[in-house]
């Protein structure tokens, strides 16, 4: 009997932990229209929007560094840069957003190696994107957030 809670227990554990990204960033759910929060997520992105998917729900950022005064600057060509991915989850509302930030190194070769997420500047930009839907929007149209089709 002992085995079998241990077994699932651990089998339970696996499961969970297979669910989850290691430095993926979770902003929880957003109570926004798709295309409000498809703005919100492309300005956000430092560096500027690199492509999008074909249902414009995950955003990949332009490569960029980090300068020693905490702001982002462009960086294609640096030793080290990151590369931000935003994915916008759900059909219908509360979408959930999912941010994560990846490192990459050149090596002698002159190619680039993935080194893994890096969690503080998923935290950053997750930050940023949380500020700019908090802020009151100046252009958005009422509207629009009751249409029926």
Do not use: W
């Not at 005064?69 to 509360?94: L, M």
């Not at 893994?116 to 839907?133: C, M, N, T, W, Y």
């Amino acid at each position: 009997m002992n085995k079998i809670v241990f077994a699932a227990l651990f089998s339970t554990f696996l499961f969970i932990s297979a669910c989850s990204t290691r430095g993926e960033i979770d902003l929880g759910e957003q109570n926004r229209s798709l295309m409000d929060l498809q703005k919100v997520v492309e300005a956000s992105l430092p560096g500027g929007r690199r492509s999008v998917s074909s249902n414009a729900r995950t955003f990949t950022s332009n490569y960029f560094g980090v300068k020693k005064d905490g702001t982002f600057e462009a960086a294609p060509e640096a030793s080290t840069r990151y590369a931000a991915q935003v994915v916008i989850n759900g059909d219908r509302r509360p979408y959930t957003i999912k941010v994560i930030v990846f490192k990459e190194k050149r090596s002698s070769g002159g190619e680039y190696d993935k080194l893994g997420p890096d969690e503080g500047l998923g935290r950053v930009v997750s930050r940023r994107i949380q500020k700019a839907l908090h802020e009151r929007r100046e252009d958005r149209s009422i509207i629009d957030d009751f249409r029926v089709f």
